[in-house]
């Protein structure tokens, strides 16, 4: 318990999303600083971990939009929080297959976690990607911004209408070093803000992910100032429920979001609705939201499945259709997951949605 007071700091009171920063990004003692989270030994396993067919479809999909916008010189493809580096190395490994796109892009990977960015350099050594910890040195398109299971990482904030008011979410620390929740009247700012979306009206409870909106302001920047793209695949909801959707988990288990703080994972649903209203406010395109399953199968994530089964014994077979129906099945990652594409060029047609 009296590991609690150091994600508190200076602090007795904090709300719900600076105190989960301090848990998971803390250079010190966050989550993501202090413990390597994917794989069979992490706390959870990605899409790119689960099957290479996923990370091929990224690569088909990313160079099926440089087609569709010209074949431009110069193409800067920036993946957000790239986890162990796999999806990069299999992005890498396709590009080369193309060698007029592969002159063209530069990979950059935003990766503020110096435990993570140790794996994805250990894992990947080409020329052609450089890591940032900020967005300053993409000043100029194309650009395409990718991200998975990226937004979801991103602390939030909770409030909830209390008569015709609208309060946020604390954490407090108390005297017997036992954390406990309470209910603090929002800023004016906050208000303002909330009360700006529709999404958002007539929710009793709300999660608002103000970090991750000021991220996006950044992306949002650099894509309208050029021909850009912003491709996110996360796990989340179109239509909000007025739910508390913070989870926890440690060695792929559910684990109570206040224990074992600093050693578990903490993530929160992605509110798809929300997004594309904000990006719709900032004057971004967007395609409907649609599902993983039907995103991969757009992109013939089947068809690729059947032309290297052809080559396989059974044993891998199995394998390999074990991996394909967890990417795509509903009672898994096949509808939970949704796909969102925020984009500023001539609405040309982009593969993989309709």
Do not use: C
């Not at 796999?86 to 193309?98: C, E, G, M, N």
């Not at 967890?326 to 982009?350: C, P």
Request: charged residues 25%; hydrophobic residues 40%; proline residues 3%.
């Amino acid at each position: 318990m009296k590991s609690n007071l150091k994600f508190f700091k200076d602090s007795q009171t904090l709300p719900v999303d600076e105190f989960f920063k301090n848990v998971l990004y803390d250079k010190k003692i966050g989550y993501y600083n202090s413990k390597q989270p994917f794989g069979r030994r992490g706390d959870y396993i990605t899409a790119p971990n689960i099957s290479r067919l996923f990370s091929e479809m990224i690569a088909i999909w990313v160079i099926s939009t440089w087609e569709a916008i010209g074949k431009p010189k110069n193409l800067k493809l920036i993946e957000l929080g790239p986890g162990d580096g796999s999806l990069t190395k299999v992005l890498i490994d396709v590009f080369k297959r193309f060698p007029e796109f592969n002159n063209a892009i530069n990979i950059y990977l935003y990766e503020i976690s110096n435990v993570l960015k140790k794996k994805q350099k250990n894992n990947i050594n080409n020329n052609k990607v450089k890591w940032i910890s900020n967005f300053n040195e993409i000043k100029k398109g194309p650009v395409i911004f990718f991200a998975n299971e990226f937004f979801d990482a991103i602390p939030i904030k909770q409030f909830k209408r209390k008569n015709n008011s609208l309060v946020e979410k604390y954490y407090t620390l108390e005297k017997n070093l036992k954390i406990k929740e309470k209910f603090v009247k929002a800023s004016k700012t906050d208000i303002k803000i909330i009360e700006s979306f529709k999404t958002l009206k007539n929710l009793r409870f709300i999660e608002f992910p103000k970090s991750g909106m000021k991220i996006l302001e950044n992306i949002i920047k650099i894509i309208s100032r050029s021909e850009g793209f912003f491709l996110m695949i996360d796990y989340g909801y179109i239509k909000p429920n007025n739910q508390n959707t913070l989870q926890s988990v440690i060695n792929h288990k559910k684990n109570d979001i206040l224990d074992n703080l600093g050693k578990a994972d903490i993530t929160s649903h992605v509110n798809f609705s929300l997004l594309k209203e904000f990006f719709e406010k900032n004057h971004l395109k967007v395609k409907k939201t649609i599902t993983q399953k039907e995103f991969l199968e757009n992109m013939g994530i089947i068809q690729r499945a059947q032309i290297i089964s052809k080559k396989m014994n059974f044993s891998d077979q199995s394998n390999l259709y074990l991996r394909l129906k967890r990417l795509l099945s509903s009672k898994s990652m096949g509808n939970l997951f949704k796909v969102i594409l925020a984009y500023n060029n001539k609405d040309k047609k982009i593969f993989g949605f309709n």
